[in-house]
Every structure is written in structure tokens, then in C-alpha cells.
């Protein structure tokens, strides 16, 4: 578990091994200051001796500056270690995610990575930083003031046990009670960001019908249930507080009680029994502090583990040791492949598929709801790979490609556009950030975004979150000019046209091919409109082609196509 600590800790390790250095010290001088106090008071005030008083009283300045001093540091480079392993455990988890499949993503929800990295990140910061600090202050401070305390009675060091077993007993109760319910508190705090964060996403969807009432009781149930599980966890937790103030008074009161009658005997001094009072009191301090970090540690070691959860998940698709990084051209061929999303064969989203596209086709694909046609052109991509069978691009297996090299040769504008934060430029320069505004301005009108933008004044313009400035058309026609901006030799439009009428879709994908004419084309669509103008089509039905051809030998030959395009046909007629 602590293995992703040790990983992650990285250029802050100095100040990881510095910070306990420096505690050493402060514990040695408090020690010290507690022993010259009694000094001060048997070989000082008792005796009054006036040199006695400066002598011990000069020593004990000293030592609280030195004390003083090594405090702030040990702190300091503390502070510095934990926030430091805070920022490499972030880059560590997000690195990681960007390079995960889709298998990786869909095991995590998203409302759980946002907790892993923030939430979570930061009880982990809390602990090291305790660790690095007070976990090492505390033993010592326990040990050097026991030693000290034999060294001025014997006879009151067996107190100290009898009270440490009170609280070792009541702390270990505490613990062992609480760390199963945060675990639940966790999970809760999941369910709870991931729910927020798809009402963020889906706020239309929710105003259109009038459902914030649903979610608002929906969101209220668990955050009433993460309250009840906080609570629960708080009351064990504040058991804590009330033990050890019992046993600091009881320590105190046993060590008066028998220090008394060891000063009226004659066997210690008042000096003594003072510095052993304050010992005791140092060893409570102590005491209380590793129970507070037993109890950082307790909810740290949770959020540790599910952070390392996600550092530790391997990317299901990488790309292999002796990648091809040349991809000759845009030709693709499916050969017996088969693809099922819940690694079942008897639930295949794609069965024996064999297909063969040439270098620079224009090809359609149709198909009704669920057939599979996404889940075709996302192994194109090796979004995801086959169960069975081979997926070739320009004549190689996907497998053998490097991963960033297939990708740049095969563009993907997917169902679901997004935009980023930023102005179109930036946008545009994710597909590669050494273009020119001339490039950018070529792409925007091959994708017929001069309908919209001006090219020349408008590259600045501002993109709101998620685009939500622009149209579904207008972000769909920004998504193309991107996904050409990286000259790719497979271009693939997942229903990407969908927002866009007839005339509009003709006119891009016709700039498309005049300045792109080795381009492999993929169109997913469901207008039969958008697909006439295609080299040929393939007819996707339950995860199997159902026939390939084009538009006028379909309608001959395919039961699905011509029922779709009769149905269109029919709407256009009604329409006009």
C-alpha cells in the first residue's frame, strides 16, 4: 500500500528525511528544557543561589530558541514533502488516465476519479504530513521522557504503563470501529460527485422535463446518508479526546499522589517531582498525538489504497515493444472479427465481420439502432480491440502500430463533440500545435465554418465550456475542421453530421474530397441522403453486415436499407 507513497514522493524526498531530522532535535531540546528546569529549581530557587538561577536560566533560553528554530523547519520541510507528494500523486493518477482504453475509463465512474484526486489526495497529504512530523515526534517525545523520568524516579515509571495500556486498549477499539465506515463514507462521496456531475452535464435535459425536484431528493438521500455515515464515524472518533484527557488527569494525579509521599520520605526532590509531572504530561501530549495520527492514518489508508487503485490499472490497449510507427496508407480490412464489451462471445456486439476498404474510399454506414456501427469504426481507431480476428490498417495489423501514430492517421469525430475552454484557436491547434493561421483558416472552410466565423477576425474567439456558445451544428462543423487540421489518412464521422441539413454536409464533404482526394472516408449516418453521394455503403444489422453496395443496388438488395430510405422517402414527401 505505502509502495505508490515511496513512487510518488520523487525530488521531495530530501525534505521527506530532513523534516524528522530536524524533529529529533526539537524533541532533544524539549527533553532537555523539562531537565534543567528541575535543575533550576533544586540547584536554583530551593538553594538560592542566585548564579544557579542565571546559569539554568541562560542554558533554558537556548534551548527554547533552538527548540524554536527546529519547530519552523521541521514544519516548514514537512509542509513542503506532503504538498509535494500531493502534486506527483495528481500527475501520477491523471497521467495514467489519459493513457487509459475505454475498458479502463468505464470501470471508474467519474464522480469517483474527481474524489481520487482531490478528496482523497488530500487525506493522504494530511497523514504524511503528520507522519513526517508528529509520528516521529510523538515516539520520541514518549521515549526520551520515560528515560528521563527513570532517571529522576524509578519508583512513579510503572504509572506511565499502567496508563498507556488504558489508552492502547481504548484507541485500538476506536480504530478497528471506524475504518470499515469510511470506507462507506468514501463510496457515498463517489456516488455523490458522480451524481452531481451528470446534472451539471445533463442540466437541459433535466430543466426540459421539469425533474429538478427528482434530483434535488435524490441528491438530498445521499447526502443525508453521507451525514449519518459521518456522524457515526465522528462519534467513535471523539471517543478519543475524552480518553486521553482521563488519562492525563489520572497519570498526573497517580504521579502527584505517589511523588508526595516519595518528597516526605526523602527520596526525591520537589525539583524532581515537577520535571516528572511535566514529563508525564509531555507523554500524554505524545500519547494524543499518535492517536490523532492513527486516526489520519485510518482514513488516509483508504483514500491510499484507491488512489493506488488508479495509478496501478494497467492500459488495457498500448502500444507494443517493437511498434510499426509508418502507416503506408488508408486502406482497412476486417478479417474474421468478432468484438463483445463484457469479454462474452455468446454476447458479441460484432460477429464475424470480413470487410475490405480501399485507400481513399468514400464510405458509408447505416444501419438500425444498436447494430453496431460505432463499435465497427472505434476498433478502426483501436479504441478497442477485437476478441477475435484481425483489424489491418494500410496493410498491418492495428496491434503492431504505435498507438499516437494510428491515432494521428486515423481521425475520429465521434458522436458526442467536444469543445475545450479557450478561443477556436486553441481548439483547432489540438490536432497540431505547429499550424498556421492559414492552415486553420483552409480547415474552417473545408468544414464550412465561414458560414459562422470569419476566419480572419474570429480565430480568437472565445469557446465557452463545452462550446456551449455554439450550436450542435456549429460545434459538430469546429470538430471536422479539427480532425482534418491533422492531414489524416483515415477520416471517420461518427453521425458528426447529424446537426447539419442536406446542403450544408454535401458542400463539406465535397471540399473534403477536393482537397483530400487520397483521404479514406468513413460516414456513419442514418439520412439516407448523406449516403447516395458515397462509393458504396454497408448495411449493419445486429452486429453483422448485412450487405455492402451502393445506393441504387441497396435499394435492390437490402430489406434494411430500402425499408429505411422507403420510410425517409415517405417523411420528405409529408414535409414538403
Not at 542554558?59 to 521541521?74: F, H, K, P, R, W
Not at 504509572?159 to 463510496?187: C, D, L, Q, R, W
Not at 492525563?248 to 518528597?263: C, D, E, N, P, S
Amino acid at each position: 500500500m505505502f509502495k505508490v507513497i515511496f513512487e510518488n514522493i520523487g525530488e521531495y524526498k530530501k525534505y521527506a528525511i530532513l523534516s524528522p531530522i530536524f524533529v529529533l532535535l526539537e524533541v532533544a531540546t524539549n527533553v532537555a528544557i523539562t531537565f534543567y528546569m528541575t535543575k533550576i529549581i533544586d540547584l536554583g530557587i530551593m538553594e538560592g543561589s542566585t548564579d544557579g538561577v542565571l546559569k539554568y536560566g541562560i542554558l533554558l533560553l537556548i534551548l527554547a530558541a533552538v527548540s524554536l528554530a527546529t519547530g519552523i523547519t521541521s514544519g516548514y520541510l514537512a509542509t513542503k514533502a506532503s504538498a509535494g507528494l500531493s502534486k506527483n500523486m495528481r500527475y501520477s493518477m491523471f497521467k495514467n488516465i489519459t493513457n487509459f482504453s475505454f475498458e479502463n475509463i468505464e470501470k471508474f465512474k467519474r464522480g469517483s476519479l474527481i474524489t481520487r484526486m482531490t478528496t482523497d489526495v488530500q487525506m493522504v497529504q494530511m497523514a504524511f504530513q503528520l507522519s513526517t512530523r508528529m509520528a516521529i515526534r510523538a515516539p520520541l517525545t514518549l521515549i526520551m521522557a520515560l528515560i528521563m523520568s527513570a532517571r529522576l524516579s524509578k519508583e512513579l515509571v510503572p504509572n506511565f504503563f499502567i496508563i498507556m495500556v488504558i489508552i492502547a486498549i481504548g484507541m485500538s477499539f476506536i480504530i478497528t470501529h471506524a475504518y470499515p465506515i469510511f470506507e462507506i463514507v468514501f463510496k457515498t462521496t463517489d456516488k455523490l460527485n458522480t451524481d452531481v456531475s451528470e446534472n451539471l452535464a445533463a442540466i437541459r435535459v433535466v430543466k426540459s422535463f421539469v425533474k429538478e425536484d427528482k434530483e434535488i431528493n435524490k441528491f438530498d438521500e445521499i447526502a443525508e446518508n453521507l451525514q449519518n455515515y459521518y456522524m457515526k464515524a465522528s462519534k467513535l472518533l471523539a471517543m478519543s479526546n475524552p480518553l486521553m484527557n482521563f488519562c492525563t488527569y489520572l497519570m498526573v494525579l497517580l504521579v502527584a499522589w505517589f511523588g508526595a509521599h516519595l518528597i516526605v520520605g526523602g527520596s526525591m526532590t520537589t525539583g524532581a517531582l515537577t520535571g516528572i509531572i511535566t514529563y508525564a504530561i509531555q507523554i500524554q501530549v505524545s500519547l494524543m498525538m499518535l492517536s490523532m495520527i492513527l486516526v489520519q492514518i485510518t482514513i488516509a489508508r483508504n483514500s491510499l489504497n484507491r488512489i493506488n487503485e488508479v495509478i496501478a490499472t494497467k492500459p488495457s490497449i498500448k502500444s507494443p515493444k517493437d511498434a510499426t510507427f509508418e502507416i503506408k496508407d488508408g486502406s482497412v480490412s476486417f478479417e474474421d472479427v468478432s468484438f463483445s464489451y463484457v469479454d462474452d462471445m455468446d454476447k458479441c456486439a460484432l460477429k464475424d465481420i470480413n470487410l475490405k476498404i480501399n485507400s481513399g474510399d468514400y464510405v458509408g454506414i447505416i444501419g438500425p439502432t444498436g447494430s453496431a456501427k460505432s463499435t465497427l469504426v472505434n476498433l478502426i481507431a483501436r479504441l478497442y480491440d477485437t476478441d477475435s480476428g484481425v483489424v489491418k490498417v494500410g496493410g498491418i495489423d492495428v496491434k503492431e502500430y504505435d498507438l499516437k501514430s494510428l491515432r494521428d492517421a486515423v481521425s475520429v469525430v465521434l458522436q458526442k463533440n467536444q469543445l475545450f475552454t479557450g478561443t477556436v484557436r486553441d481548439n483547432l491547434l489540438w490536432a497540431n500545435e505547429d499550424l498556421c493561421d492559414d492552415d486553420l483558416k483552409r480547415a474552417l472552410y473545408i468544414a464550412s465554418c465561414d458560414d459562422f466565423l470569419d476566419p480572419d477576425t474570429d480565430l480568437d474567439k472565445k469557446v465557452q465550456a463545452g462550446g456551449s456558445n455554439f450550436s450542435g451544428g456549429q460545434k459538430q462543423r469546429l470538430c471536422i475542421a479539427r480532425a482534418i487540421l491533422k492531414d489524416p489518412k483515415i477520416l471517420i464521422l461518427d453521425d458528426s453530421t447529424s446537426a447539419l441539413d442536406n446542403q450544408t454536409e454535401t458542400k463539406i464533404m465535397n471540399a473534403i474530397t477536393k482537397f483530400r482526394p487520397n483521404m479514406t472516408k468513413i460516414l456513419i449516418s442514418q439520412k439516407i441522403k448523406s449516403l447516395k453521394n458515397t462509393d458504396y455503403t454497408i448495411v449493419l444489422d445486429n452486429g453483422v453486415i448485412e450487405n455492402i453496395g451502393t445506393h441504387e443496388e441497396l435499394l435492390q438488395k437490402s430489406d434494411i436499407y430500402s425499408e429505411i430510405n422507403g420510410v425517409q422517402e415517405k417523411d420528405s414527401d409529408f414535409d414538403a
